[in-house]
């Protein structure tokens, strides 16, 4: 995305998606691009721990037809190579289900997540554009990625709303990490921090793309109230979609530091507190513990 044209709001950034880069990424070869492209530039800007997520998609179109599964096999097999590879980069899969979705095809989606645990799914998300959907309407397929062991994440009050009984219903689901987390009521922001929930915190995206009270900029983004709160929830600085945004994670911590006046011992915090909220094994919580240990003695 050129840098000048970042500033979306959601009405235009969710048309995106569907108009455009699923178009794009409409064979096997394409997708495995993508996804090789994305993992180069992450690991570009030395990240050493990726969750990458994405929404499971048949292409009945294609030559030949590519099922949700082959979707999810292809950037596995992306995946899985990158990880083989001399760099630091781990990453695995998150498979997001739009909220748009029918609860059979969100069903589907979380007995493919399943049955693909072994080669690196590790959660299930809902995503999708907040305006649209009942997502009472998925609650089994949350339940059922939640019984199975999967990490459950969701995007959460992206949008103002007139009360609170969707973040409630989504709570209902126990969710483990709640994304974005702009608009919540005084009880919820509660329940966040009596349930120490990781909260995944986008800067730039927020910013661009006008998603903050009154189109707020940086010096008003709830990553400033979080970050300090000390109260049990733990904040994760995601990128959302870097492509999109043009602000690759070193940026976002960039941003952060500067706007929120961090001390090198709050990033060090920052980095550290997050890995007791990924969806890794405890030897890969290790690897990313002796890191930062390891950068911060550096510095
Ligand atoms: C404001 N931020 C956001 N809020 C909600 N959903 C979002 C999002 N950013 C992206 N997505 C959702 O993630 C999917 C990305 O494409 P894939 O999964 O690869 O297919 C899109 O479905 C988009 O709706």
Redesign the pocket.
Known sequence: MPAGKVDYD?TT??PL?SSY??RLCSDVVSIQYATKSVLCDFEADNVVYLEL???P?AVPTALPPITKTDYVDAILATIKAHNGGPGPLHTTLIL?I?RRSTLEDALDTVDIAIARRAQGVVGIDL????SKGTVSDLRPAFTKAHTAGLGVCV?FG?IPSADASELEEMLSWQPHRI??AIYMPGEIKDEVRRRALGVEL?LS?NVH?K?LPKGGGLEEHHFGEWCKDGRGAVVALCT??VGVFCSPLSQEYYLAAKHFKLEQGDIQRLCEDMVGIVFAEEAEKDRLRDLYLQWFHQI
């Open positions: 959601l950034f969710f998606f880069i699923y997520r994405s929404t998609r997001s739009d995503c999708g554009d907040p995007h992206e994304g974005h986008c995206c793309a998603m959302d979609d």
